[in-house]
């Protein structure tokens, strides 16, 4: 079963990044840095490697926003080469607040990106290449980000746990 919650692979999130961000209509970039967290949950099936990602990110663009992003959902899926695993994301943004030239809310921004990790004993470590459309709802206007992040999952303990119950228990009478 997909994302299966007492098998499929859990770990935390971290990751740190570099982020180019360009206003719309604008041709000028600016250069900031993101911080994010969350988890992940991966089956893995053969050579394939499917999951979804959960993360909040805190950017600071320092000529353009400071920006936090609440709750980005990504949905993954790629190949295994032994220890290697390069996967593509797809997923949104559910909401971001930013405070620069005013006050920035939206709603719903997409993003796409591709990756490459690597597999250890008990975390899994990656460098991965993203690109977002910054949907602005109210205040400045939307924006195009591009970035590249290095993140590190270390394993969590599954979602859930089966528990085997013994006749001597009174709720199963």
């Given at each position: 079963m997909l994302l299966?919650?007492?098998t499929a692979r859990h770990a935390s999130l971290l990751s740190l990044g570099v982020v180019g961000f360009r206003l719309l209509p604008e041709a000028r970039e600016t250069r900031g840095y993101?911080?994010?967290f969350g988890e992940a949950i991966t089956t893995l099936r053969g050579p394939f490697v499917t999951g979804l990602v959960e993360e909040?990110?805190?950017?600071?663009?320092p000529r353009d926003a400071l920006s936090l992003s609440l709750r980005r959902y990504q949905?993954?899926?790629g190949l295994r080469f032994g220890p290697l695993e390069p996967t593509?994301?797809?997923?949104?943004?559910?909401?971001?607040?930013?405070v620069g030239h005013g006050f920035s809310f939206g709603l719903l921004s997409p993003r796409v990106g591709v990756g490459l990790w690597w597999k250890l004993a008990h975390a899994r470590v990656g460098v991965s290449a993203f690109t977002e459309y910054f949907w602005r709802w109210v205040g400045s206007d939307s924006?195009?980000?591009h970035g590249l992040t290095l993140e590190?999952?270390?394993?969590?303990?599954?979602l859930l746990v089966r528990t085997t119950?013994?006749?001597s228990d009174p709720a199963q009478r």
């Amino acid at each position: 079963m997909l994302l299966n919650p007492y098998t499929a692979r859990h770990a935390s999130l971290l990751s740190l990044g570099v982020v180019g961000f360009r206003l719309l209509p604008e041709a000028r970039e600016t250069r900031g840095y993101s911080l994010a967290f969350g988890e992940a949950i991966t089956t893995l099936r053969g050579p394939f490697v499917t999951g979804l990602v959960e993360e909040s990110e805190l950017r600071l663009v320092p000529r353009d926003a400071l920006s936090l992003s609440l709750r980005r959902y990504q949905w993954e899926a790629g190949l295994r080469f032994g220890p290697l695993e390069p996967t593509a994301r797809v997923g949104f943004t559910l909401a971001h607040l930013d405070v620069g030239h005013g006050f920035s809310f939206g709603l719903l921004s997409p993003r796409v990106g591709v990756g490459l990790w690597w597999k250890l004993a008990h975390a899994r470590v990656g460098v991965s290449a993203f690109t977002e459309y910054f949907w602005r709802w109210v205040g400045s206007d939307s924006a195009f980000v591009h970035g590249l992040t290095l993140e590190l999952q270390p394993d969590s303990a599954p979602l859930l746990v089966r528990t085997t119950s013994s006749p001597s228990d009174p709720a199963q009478r």
